[in-house]
């Protein structure tokens, strides 16, 4: 379906992904219903995109049915939302589990089940979910985020076989290492140069271009990240052999340590 005239919600809107992806649906003709945690950190950006802002806590299962009851007239959902999940599954408590779960594997779920209805009723409409390569290969030092972005994964493959017939697409945008976004920005650590990266720009364009060419999987990531990601899926024990963080991985442990910090 055409980006222009749809009415679009955008989940995680105040992250780096988010900002780009906001841009780039408004500049091809989307009217935008921004989402987040925090209204006042939204407002900026709606105010120069002309969008709406329903601010919800994604961890909260009532204000996750009101952010869906608020936008029930959306023709797309881009659920963009997510928390880094880097560090030990040892240095975790059950709380931030479940917080984990909630808003990076429940949230998109529900929010597919509340908004599809009324898509399918009008024979219309997509629901794109923005994971990660993170779902298609493990790594060390982010079991939980790797379990969710997995999880997602499947849960879009899915669903897109079961919607095929209704005129509504699902697709999956799954994105490597984000310069300037992502767990290296929310760290407040520069990107190793070492480390193969794509722009939040790319990966605005990926969504949009999985709208409307009605596209299952998007991967946005340098060929060899893609090829290492492939291979590690078909063979992980081949890949358990490498056994070592990516490259930057002493960076990787510092942005751990720094989220166990704020979780």
């Given at each position: 379906m055409?980006i222009?005239?749809?009415?679009?919600?955008?989940?995680?809107?105040?992250?780096?992904?988010?900002?780009?992806?906001?841009r780039?649906?408004t500049a091809?003709g989307?009217?935008?219903?921004?989402s987040?945690?925090?209204?006042e950190?939204l407002?900026?950006l709606?105010?120069?995109?002309?969008?709406?802002?329903v601010?919800?806590?994604l961890?909260?299962?009532e204000?996750v049915?009101?952010l869906a009851?608020e936008?029930?007239?959306?023709?797309?959902l881009?659920?963009n939302?997510?928390?880094p999940?880097?560090?030990?599954?040892?240095e975790?408590?059950?709380?931030?589990?479940?917080?984990?779960?909630?808003?990076n594997?429940?949230?998109?779920?529900?929010?597919?089940?509340?908004?599809?209805?009324r898509?399918?009723?009008?024979?219309?409409g997509h629901?794109?979910?923005v994971g990660?390569?993170s779902?298609?290969a493990?790594?060390?030092?982010?079991?939980?985020y790797t379990t969710s972005?997995f999880?997602?994964?499947?849960?879009?493959h899915?669903l897109?076989?079961d919607l095929?017939?209704?005129?509504?697409?699902?697709?999956l945008v799954?994105p490597?290492?984000?310069?300037d976004?992502?767990?290296?920005?929310?760290?407040?650590e520069?990107?190793?140069?070492?480390?193969?990266?794509?722009?939040p720009?790319?990966?605005?364009?990926a969504?949009?271009?999985a709208v409307?060419?009605?596209?299952?999987?998007?991967?946005?990531?340098?060929?060899?990240?893609?090829?290492?990601?492939a291979?590690?899926g078909?063979f992980?024990?081949?890949?358990?052999?490498g056994?070592?963080?990516?490259?930057g991985?002493n960076?990787?442990?510092?942005?751990?340590?720094a989220?166990r910090?704020?979780?």
């Open positions: 055409r222009a005239g749809a009415t679009v919600l955008l989940t995680g809107a105040a992250g780096g992904i988010g900002g780009a992806l906001a780039r649906l091809d989307a009217a935008l219903v921004l987040g945690r925090r209204a950190a407002e900026p709606a105010a120069e995109l002309g969008a709406r802002v601010a919800a806590d961890a909260d299962p204000q049915r009101r009851r936008c029930a007239d959306v023709d797309v881009v659920a939302a997510a928390l999940g880097t560090g030990d599954l040892l975790y408590t059950p709380e931030q589990i479940d917080r984990a779960l909630d808003v594997l429940r949230t998109p779920v529900m929010l597919a089940r509340l908004l599809a209805p898509m399918v009723a009008a024979g219309r629901l794109v979910f990660s390569m779902g298609k493990a790594t060390p030092l982010s079991s939980m972005k999880g997602l994964r499947g849960f879009a899915s897109r076989l095929r017939a209704s005129g509504v697409g699902v697709s799954q490597g290492y984000v310069r976004a992502g767990m290296f920005a929310a760290a407040g520069p990107t190793p140069v070492s480390v193969p990266t794509v722009t720009e790319q990966v605005a364009a969504v949009v271009r409307e060419a009605d596209r299952g999987e998007v991967n946005v990531a340098p060929l060899r990240l893609r090829l290492l990601c291979l590690a078909q992980p024990s081949l890949a358990e052999r056994g070592r963080p990516p490259r991985g960076v990787v442990r510092r942005i751990a340590d989220q910090d704020r979780r």
